[in-house]
């Protein structure tokens, strides 16, 4: 039933064009006409408008490594390629995307400019914000018909005793980060793993993330020390001198290991940790191996071709974040695309539907866990530069999908969407 | 090598002397290594690897067997390899980042997807000159031509559909939904379908020429094997039009599919990666590119049953047999 639609569009497309001779472009272009009225003549539809709006909260942030400073536009870049890709399939069926981006601070309370956005008719809303932001605007959300993409989030809490009905999850969460991790470092025979992280909340989460994953998975934390931001300035001319005799002497009373787990997302110490660790070992986590949702050197899978089309249009590499947004964005453009409508309900039924599937560049079709709609995906195991690995792991098997052998399975979700 | 094709020339001059293993030249793209492997048909030896450009991919040969052409795509050229020297003698002017081409039934254009810039460029390889530059989807990938010449068939890989050209105007008449990702179009010889494979979604697509609808698609079932590694690449049809492979990826098989029924009759195990396949001109043996195994899988048409595999360069990607 679905493919019969669009048959009949490009049907009715392919005898319009025969007998004018114009391309499709400029089909699109044309004055819009009722089909009823003219049917042998002018077939086109008129081009409907589907809107789609960003939510950011966002602040400049420093990082210990001037390299990892999020870009500006981190990902309402990846958002602005896919509505590209979604126009360039959208003038074949005369549909135009558009973004509109809402930017608030970090801590701000986010309900009044969603009302606005809501006023303003935005149906389809990507959300880059704090688990707790996220949270007071759900179920507005939901009280509205208007879908939520999260494409910043990884709280685990958002798909489990926090999940809603009306949030899409294209973002990882830390439980599927640390298993795709934690695979790898299982499948390396390296079991043995000391784990040091910070003293802010979303550290302690993927720490905890990182204990879970050891404990599925086999991998034996021998100990666990907590470095306390004391509030240092990150950058000082001299700092290097002080970190270099620091680390080894906070890292020295930690039992023998083979490796050093990392949980530092806010990016207080957990760069420093390679190559000053007391004993030679490798480091992972938020530090050294890290997993991600993309990764910028990732070329596997057709990913060049995303890659040089995002560094075209955006001047800088891919990361995560863009991929997640791009994702959303995709999923969409894919649904209005399939279901030749910018129906709301259409769209969300057919993103609801068992057969759903989205592709992104990464080597298998990607679907939503459907007891917490989090998009199932493969983890990028990098260093800065490359790609070393992506999980889930050869051997890791699982009843239904391998996927689901990242992050919070089935049987173990807390979630009841309401 | 030289001494080989001579003397294919001498038995083919000689009238059809029937022979069980008619020998003909295989040409493999190594996407990897940058290098084509050349192989006898007959022996399943490799009598030669030369070096091309940088990550060859998409290749055919002219119809009277001459030139190989050959997509180097990081390059972002098309390069002319003359068969009798094994030279690159020429390069034709692909457009940005070419992975795969079709050369039109009278052999005087050829019809390059360019993957970043969401065109077919249609080039004329006597003056090297581009013809048009038709606007498609997002990533267009495989590129079928129906064998009167009149219509070419485009897939965009973001954009999931199979864009119907007519090759007198260049321009797009129908624009058909198939599933996520299709790779490579193939027309019955007929003309009356073209078959559109879908990696991610892993089907095939039956396009009704006439109609330009769907007219049937053929899923893969491998027990034993998650639907997500069934993943649709190169597709072949045999001249009779009655056998149609398909090759599936990380499945590891290319599948057999009665095109009467459109059921699968067999799956056949290759190598790792299954990616693109080319018939002998003769129709007896079907080649298979498996990229991870770093091999090719000689394929027996008559039973279905893989004969043997034969190691060639990094990554193999394409493959093309000399029609002589």
């Known amino acids: 039933m679905k493919s019969m639609v669009p048959n009949t569009l490009a049907v009715f497309i392919g005898l319009f064009l025969a007998s004018v001779n114009v391309c499709a472009v400029a089909a699109q272009e044309a004055a819009p006409q009722p089909k009823a009225e003219a049917p042998a003549k002018k077939p086109e539809k008129p081009t409907v408008d589907i809107k789609l709006g960003y939510l950011r909260a966002y602040e400049p942030q420093l990082a210990l490594s001037v390299l990892d400073v999020a870009p500006r536009d981190e990902g309402v870049a990846g958002a602005n390629v896919a509505i590209n890709d979604n126009n360039t399939t959208g003038k074949f069926l005369n549909q135009k995307f558009t973004l509109d981006v809402t930017e608030v601070k970090l801590d701000a309370d986010v309900v009044p400019v969603f009302n606005e956005m809501v006023a303003k008719g935005d149906r389809y809303v990507l959300a880059d914000l704090s688990a707790k932001q996220l949270l007071s605007i759900a179920d507005i959300a939901r009280d509205n018909g208007v879908l939520l993409f999260n494409v910043g989030a990884t709280d685990d809490s958002l798909r489990e005793e926090d999940c809603r009905i009306n949030v899409f999850h294209t973002a990882p969460t830390r439980s599927m980060l640390a298993d795709g991790l934690a695979q790898y470092l299982i499948w390396k025979q390296w079991r043995k793993w000391v784990l040091v992280y910070g003293s802010h909340e979303r550290d302690q989460l993927f720490a905890e993330a990182l204990r879970r994953s050891a404990t599925r998975f086999g991998g034996e934390i021998l100990a666990e020390k907590e470095f306390k931001d004391t509030g240092t300035a990150r950058r000082t001319d001299s700092g290097v001198v002080q970190i270099q005799r620091q680390l080894p002497v906070f890292m020295q009373d930690l039992p023998d290991h083979e490796v050093v787990l990392v949980a530092d997302e806010s990016e207080v110490f957990g760069t420093y940790v390679p190559f000053r660790t007391w004993i030679p070992r490798p480091v992972a986590g938020t530090a050294g191996l890290t997993p991600s949702g993309w990764h910028p050197a990732s070329e596997q899978w057709g990913g060049t071709q995303i890659q040089n089309r995002f560094a075209k249009t955006s001047g800088r590499r891919m990361l995560s974040k863009d991929m997640a947004a791009w994702t959303a964005v995709r999923i969409i453009g894919d649904a209005a695309t399939r279901t030749q409508s910018a129906d709301e309900k259409a769209i969300e039924a057919f993103i609801r539907d068992d057969k759903f599937s989205i592709a992104a560049f990464k080597g298998q079709k990607l679907t939503f866990r459907k007891w917490n709609w989090q998009l199932r995906q493969p983890i990028f195991l990098g260093d800065g530069r490359s790609v070393v690995s992506t999980s889930p792991q050869e051997g890791f098997l699982h009843q239904f999908s391998e996927l689901d052998t990242l992050g919070v399975d089935q049987p173990e979700t807390k979630c009841v969407l309401k | ?324």
């Open chain 2, 1 to 324: 090598m030289r001494k080989h094709v001579s003397a294919l020339a001498l038995v083919a001059g000689l009238g059809f002397l029937a022979s069980p293993a008619f020998a003909y030249t295989v040409y493999v793209s190594n996407e990897k290594d940058n290098t084509v492997t050349i192989l006898d048909s007959a022996t399943m030896q490799v009598t030669k690897t030369i070096n091309v450009g940088q990550r060859p991919r998409g290749i055919t040969i002219s119809h009277d067997g001459k030139f190989v052409y050959l997509c180097a795509s990081d390059d972002d050229t098309i390069e002319v390899i003359d068969t009798a020297t094994l030279q690159i003698v020429d390069t034709l002017p692909s457009g940005p980042d070419p992975e795969l081409f079709v050369l039109s039934p009278d052999g005087k254009t050829l019809y390059v997807a360019n993957e970043d810039d969401n065109l077919v460029t249609v080039i004329d390889i006597e003056s090297k000159g581009v013809l048009a530059e038709i606007p498609v989807g997002v990533e267009p990938e495989g590129m079928g031509i129906s064998p009167d010449g009149k219509t070419m068939v485009n897939t965009s890989e973001t954009t999931n559909m199979a864009h119907f050209i007519d090759t007198a105007t260049h321009e797009i008449t129908d624009n058909v939904l198939v599933d996520s990702r299709p790779r490579f179009v193939e027309f019955t010889p007929d003309g009356k379908e073209a078959w559109v494979s879908a990696e991610i979604g892993g089907t095939v697509s039956v396009i009704d020429n006439a109609t330009r609808e769907v007219k049937h698609k053929i899923t893969f079932e491998i027990p034993g094997l998650r639907a997500e590694a069934i993943q649709p690449v190169g597709v072949r049809i045999t001249a009779d039009g009655k056998k149609a492979y398909v090759a599936l990826g990380p499945a590891n098989r290319v599948a057999v599919i009665d095109t009467a029924t459109y059921e699968v009759q067999k799956y056949v195990l290759v190598g790792q990666r299954v990616w693109q396949l080319a018939f002998t001109p003769d129709q007896k043996t079907i080649i298979s590119t498996n990229g991870v195994s770093n091999d090719i899988t000689f394929i027996d048409v008559a039973t279905d049953e893989p004969v043997q595999s034969v190691t060639v360069g990094a990554l193999p990607w394409g493959v093309v047999v000399s029609p002589n």
